[in-house]
């Protein structure tokens, strides 16, 4: 091998240490307790959403509509009646008095299940009337890009979608074709025409959690995910849905139990077309988790039903929270999350029992270490090395793991891709036949392996004779 050939095995060996090491420390935001908004009446504020910095609104099923127009500085309570509000909200542009808002009911029977305002909430209406066609029982989740909205429900009743395209003037709302779901809870859509609703697929007393998208609106939508039944449970669905990038997406899974099964969420990294489970060791109940949020594409909370849990390697590794204690003034956040919301790439807010904020993270200013999750796997030397027909690399995983393979020549070029696969834990294999992805026998000489195996990346050299 030259120098040439030598300098550039070495930069690229180099490079491939870089996330290894940058994930021997890792770093999460440190969530503050904000003392300016009230705790919960009824227990927990179920929905919130921010149209900037300074302006958001909070609601809860006590009939409570909270706003700031400072940052959460101060809060003014907009709306106090016996309205059950769930969802809420804003229009990215304001109208020509104010913000456009709108809030979603539940448990009110089909009446009075959509609200707006559109002087910043001086003054809500009812607006239930302006919804043609089908009209859901509740609204559980609502979702707005320019003029159009969205909003499903309700985690009873026949599972309706709602849109409008006109900015809240006319709405239209299609009942779900039982085929594809018997609940929805959540909505979440990237643009006017990509989005996603999660639900149940047979109700709360029996069924799994199930991920529906659409490409055109809302117009049509179709299946993209069912999970397997969890174990110990009489029934599960998705709960809440958030998406930290253009790829990466997570739902939570809520459960109908008499046990404590360990808690899960559902997982996409190529932006909802397919999605896979993740457990939350540590995190068990009869009920499964309720909000979930994550400020960028590995670092990320979920919560509802007793306790909080962090991740910051996706999903493949939690630990669980101690609730914020107010007297104490230590802890963060509560047991009781609903609705996390990433404001901007340095500002996010919590709510559950308490409303939290979470700021500066880009910046590691406010953030605190922990520990190095251990070692996952361990790889056997390649064999027979060099070789003529086939190569073999055989592992071990300790714990579910996300496994990546590919073949580069000495200059960097990848030859060979192999097939990502989700893996539990077992020993396995891969073999290498000498072949790139055309199917064509590579130049005799060295190759290298490069292994990502959850959030670690290893190398494997091999020497290949024709």
């Not at 809030?103 to 299940?113: D, E, K």
């Not at 989740?141 to 909003?151: C, E, K, Y």
């Not at 009489?234 to 997406?249: L, M, N, R, T, Y």
């Not at 979920?302 to 104490?328: H, K, M, N």
Request: aromatic residues 10%; proline residues 5%.
């Amino acid at each position: 091998m030259n120098r040439l050939s030598s300098s550039l095995l070495w930069a690229i060996l180099l490079l491939l240490m870089v996330p290894a090491l940058a994930n021997a420390r890792q770093l999460i935001p440190q969530w503050k307790y904000v003392s300016s908004f009230p705790d919960a009446p009824g227990g927990r504020y179920d929905d919130m959403a921010f149209l900037d910095p300074d302006r958001g609104w909070v609601v809860n099923l006590q009939g409570e509509i909270w706003h700031t127009a400072d940052g959460a500085e101060s809060w003014v309570l907009q709306d106090d009646n016996d309205v059950p509000y769930r969802s809420i909200a804003i229009r990215d542009t304001p109208g020509p008095f104010g913000e456009v808002v709108w809030a979603g009911t539940v448990n009110t029977n089909g009446q009075s299940i959509l609200w707006e305002t559109r002087d910043s909430g001086a003054h809500w209406t009812d607006i239930t009337h302006r919804i043609s066609g089908d009209v859901p029982y509740g609204i559980c989740g609502l979702v707005s890009i320019g003029d159009n909205v969205w909003g499903v429900g309700a985690y009873y009743g026949e599972p309706t979608v709602i849109r409008s395209v006109d900015g809240g003037r006319t709405w239209e709302g299609r009942a779900m074709q039982s085929r594809l779901a018997s609940n929805l809870i959540d909505v979440y859509f990237k643009n006017e025409l990509e989005g996603y609703a999660t639900g149940g697929t047979d109700g709360l007393q029996s069924g799994t959690a199930v991920i529906l998208r659409t490409l055109d609106g809302g117009d049509t939508w179709e299946r993209v995910f069912v999970s397997s039944p969890t174990p110990d449970t009489q029934a599960e669905w998705g709960w809440k849905i958030s998406f930290p990038s253009k790829d990466v997406g997570y739902v939570s899974v809520e459960y109908n139990s008499g046990g404590e099964p360990t808690a899960k969420v559902l997982k996409t990294e190529d932006g909802g077309a397919t999605w896979r489970e993740q457990w939350i060791e540590g995190s068990v109940s009869n009920a499964g988790l309720q909000g979930i949020g994550f400020i960028n594409e590995t670092t990320g909370w979920a919560s509802g039903r007793g306790v909080t849990s962090v991740t910051t390697d996706g999903g493949e590794s939690w630990t669980q929270l101690r609730d914020y204690s107010p007297g104490a003034d230590s802890g963060q956040l509560d047991g009781r999350m609903n609705r996390f919301f990433v404001v901007n790439d340095t500002l996010a807010y919590g709510v559950g029992q308490r409303l939290y904020v979470v700021s500066g993270y880009g910046q590691l200013g406010t953030d605190i270490e922990i520990g190095v999750t251990p070692e996952i796997f361990s790889l056997e030397p390649l064999f027979p090395n060099p070789f003529t027909e086939s190569a073999t690399l055989r592992y071990n995983l300790e714990a579910p793991s996300r496994i990546r393979i590919r073949v580069a020549d000495m200059l960097g070029r990848i030859q060979r891709h192999f097939p990502q696969r989700y893996l539990q834990p077992g020993v396995y294999e891969e073999k290498w036949d000498g072949r790139n992805d055309a199917g064509i026998r590579v130049p005799t000489g060295g190759y290298i392996l490069l292994i990502d195996i959850g959030e670690s990346m290893e190398t494997k050299k091999v020497v290949f004779l024709q």
